[in-house]
């Protein structure tokens, strides 16, 4: 079996892939912002329904939780609480964890 001969590419070509990429850029990433902001306007009716609920039973409605991504970084995220208020003093006791 052969080998396919190899590509070289110049820099010129390289260096006119990196404007090219720059300028458009943002025309790519343009329609997710769109979308994403007209799917928030839709929900934000129905999450500031389950906020209330949420409050109604106590105080805290969101709760801060670390998480760890795809390259191994902690990042903060918020998030609707979905346990009863005060669980962990409200447990019965001799329950394990």
Do not use: N
């Amino acid at each position: 079996m052969s080998r396919p001969p190899r590509m070289i590419v110049s820099p010129e070509v390289v260096r006119w892939c990196r404007v090219y990429w720059c300028r458009t850029h943002w025309l790519r990433r343009l329609p997710k912002y769109v979308i994403a902001c007209v799917l928030l306007a839709i929900t934000l009716p129905l999450l500031l329904i389950v906020a209330c609920a949420i409050r109604w039973e106590g105080p805290a409605v969101l709760e801060r939780q670390e998480r760890i991504g795809c390259s191994g970084r902690r990042f903060q995220m918020l998030k609707f609480r979905t346990t009863v208020y005060d669980a962990e003093h409200a447990r019965q006791p001799g329950l394990r964890r």
